[in-house]
T-cell receptor, first 112, second 116 residues
Framework: QKEVEQDPGPLSVPEGAIVSLNCTYS??????FMWYRQYSRKGPELLMYTYSSGNKEDGRFTAQVDKSSKYISLFIRDSQPSDSATYLCAMSVTGGGNKLTFGTGTQLKVEL | GAVVSQHPSWVICKSGTSVKIECRSL??????MFWYRQFPKQSLMLMATSNEGSKATYEQGVEKDKFLINHASLTLSTLTVTSAHPEDSSFYIC????????????FGPGTRLTVT
């Protein structure tokens, strides 16, 4: 069993839809949780960075962490075609530049 | 802020030659940098962790004599692929974590290496 599980998709939604992306994990020591967006042939771009359980909102993006269920989510409101990319969840035990464990990534396509 | 650059963005080399890839943090100092490898439609695979002024820590299965990492300053780390072979062809991405920061990692744009 992988430490971090993420549905690879592809996930196809119409423009304007609310998108829900999820990851589950098995290591209860993870405390820092991130979501990255990666366009084809580009490096990942940090979207959200959260510590421990709770919600964090930034514009159209909301990240949720439920440590009791070992489950994290990223919600994208009013999805746009420009949101079409691969979304990677990542997590680490400690902050301060420690190595990340990534999910496999979910490919999202937002259609006109 | 938090910009990481890589150079070159794309390189083709002949089998048996060596290739150096640079990773720079442009607007922050990075005590720790990471090197990843990514195959098409797959997630990132951590190759090594690079700390300024010390030897890199390699992940299991990564040949340290083949993938030489140097982190000579707080803004520059280099990865040299020595005696490259076609199976080394891949997308190499670095990331950097700001010194004294809360742990966010910022990624470079990646370098596509093709070995012929």
């Amino acid at each position: 069993q992988k430490e971090v599980e993420q549905d690879p998709g592809p996930l196809s939604v119409p423009e304007g839809a609310i998108v829900s992306l999820n990851c589950t994990y098995s290591n209860s020591a993870f405390q820092y949780f991130m979501w990255y967006r990666q366009y084809s042939r580009k490096g990942p771009e940090l979207l959200m960075y959260t510590y421990s359980s709770g919600n964090k909102e930034d514009g159209r993006f909301t990240a949720q962490v439920d440590k009791s269920s070992k489950y994290i989510s990223l919600f994208i409101r009013d999805s746009q075609p420009s949101d079409s990319a691969t979304y990677l969840c990542a997590m680490s035990v400690t902050g301060g530049g420690n190595k990340l464990t990534f999910g496999t990534g979910t490919q999202l396509k937002v259609e006109l | 802020g938090a910009v990481v650059s890589q150079h070159p963005s794309w390189v083709i080399c002949k089998s048996g030659t060596s290739v150096k890839i640079e990773c720079r943090s442009l607007d922050f100092q990075a005590t720790t940098m990471f090197w990843y490898r990514q195959f098409p439609k797959q997630s990132l695979m951590l190759m090594a962790t690079s700390n300024e002024g010390s030897k890199a820590t390699y992940e299991q299965g990564v040949e340290k004599d083949k993938f030489l990492i140097n982190h000579a300053s707080l803004t520059l780390s280099t990865l040299t692929v020595t005696s490259a072979h076609p199976e080394d062809s891949s997308f190499y991405i670095c990331s950097a974590s700001a010194t004294g920061g809360s742990g966010e990692q910022y990624f470079g744009p990646g370098t596509r290496l093709t070995v012929t």
